[in-house]
């Protein structure tokens, strides 16, 4: 079985995963947003598509900044008991 410094690194790998696809994901709903506004049209069916692109857009962003406190918090955790562990072995 992995030990708990293992499994924080793997929490953290994983975390820090999961922040960049969210960060890839963000990036194309944003081309997809620029896209769509440099449409500039008038008309009711562009402007609700260009309303329902900002929400969307929205949204991955909000994910995608909750991935990357999580990997921060995990990569934090685990350098925080990867040190403890040093100064342990360094005591004996």
Do not use: N
């Not at 499994?7 to 194309?28: D, E, G, L, S």
């Not at 896209?35 to 008038?42: G, L, T, V």
């Amino acid at each position: 079985m992995a030990s708990r410094a293992e499994r924080f690194k793997q929490a953290a790998v994983k975390a820090a995963r999961t922040a960049r696809k969210w960060a890839q994901t963000a990036a194309r709903e944003a081309d997809r947003l620029l896209k769509e506004a440099q449409k500039r049209a008038k008309t009711d069916e562009r402007q609700r598509r260009i309303k329902a692109a900002l929400r969307r857009t929205g949204q991955v962003l909000k994910a995608a900044g909750r991935a990357a406190i999580v990997a921060g918090v995990a990569a934090g955790i685990a350098s925080a008991r990867a040190e403890g562990r040093k100064l342990k072995k360094k005591k004996r």
